[in-house]
């Protein structure tokens, strides 16, 4: 009886003891569950902070480059202030230098009606007769357009660096006319490597570069093409700038010198006959660039102002119109850059 009521005993002690471990080994599968959720909590955590330190970094870096971006939107702002004022007061003189230049020649067509009207019908011989004088142009055509006689008095060529030789530079009536047409050709050089442009710089003398690729291209329609057109180019510009080589014959007009191409120098036309038009009118136009102004003795180049869109040498008003309103467009462009 004794020993049953033991065994009884011990057998819930048993059951009881086994209770407890199960209870005990879920309760360290949980800690341990837990303790796995606390960490990746804590390695998220430490993560977050890390973002938010590196966003505060940026956030720094981010409010400085705002503070410079508005010290240089202001001093640029400044800048283009003084240079619209610069503009305007080089666009007055020019306007003073024209008034100038064209009061004379009022005052002598006044005099002319009113002291000598016999003279009109002579004069308008005269001026026929200097019409009919043998064009120095290529190919018979007059190379100087009546565009690029409005500025002579006051023409100011600035040598090629690259080609380091020295060019005959124009007298000058004007010295502020003069020193204008330098400062604009210095700041044309600037910023006509960007392209696109319509007043920029003319290298007078060079050779047309595109009438050698389109004449190669038609002859070979293939990937030679473009090392043959070089290959060309860069023969003639040479041949071109030879001393030695002077396709002009001197004849005499009305009992004056004058040099004249000869259009029928061998090499030129040798030129036409292989490649065509394109190349020969190129070349000539390269000489007769050189011989308008004064290149011919050693074959330099010069920096022209030109008048894309129309072709032509461009003027001093059109120059400083068009560097003006590059200024009104990099103000606009400060201004929405400033709002943003």
Known sequence: MAEGMAMAR??????????????????????????????????????????????????????????EVNKELAAGSAETSLSKKELELVKKKLQDWEAKQNLPELLNCSASEHVQPS?????QKRSMRHQEVPSQGPLGIDAHKPDLAEERPGSMLVNNPIVGQ????????????????????????????????????????KLNVKAFEIACAE?????????????????????ITDVSWNPFNMVTVEGNHQEVLNVNDDKLQELKKEWGEGPYKAVINALMEMKEYNCLGDRSTVYELWNYRADRKATLT?????????????????????RR
Not at 320 to 326: I, K
Request: with cysteine.
């Open 318 to 338: 059109e120059c400083t119109e068009y560097m003006a309103d590059r200024v009104q467009e990099l103000t606009v462009v400060k201004r929405r850059k400033t």
């Open 219 to 239: 002859k070979f329609r293939t990937t030679k093409a473009a090392d043959a057109s070089s290959k060309l180019y860069s023969l003639w510009q040479q041949r």
């Open 119 to 123: 003279n009109s019908k002579q004069g």
């Open 166 to 205: 020295t060019s005959v530079v124009p007298p000058s009536t004007d010295d502020d006319v003069v020193a204008l047409r330098e400062h604009l050709i210095k700041q044309f050089l600037e910023i006509d490597k960007y392209g696109g442009r319509i007043i920029g710089i003319k290298e007078m003398g």
């Open 10 to 67: 011990a057998g819930s002690l048993v059951s009881k003891l086994e209770s407890k471990i199960c209870y005990h080994r879920d309760a360290a599968l949980e800690y341990m569950e837990i303790k796995a959720v606390v960490g990746e909590v804590m390695e998220e955590k430490e993560m977050l902070q890390q973002d938010y330190r590196a966003l505060k970094d940026e956030l720094e870096e981010a409010k400085k480059t705002i503070v």
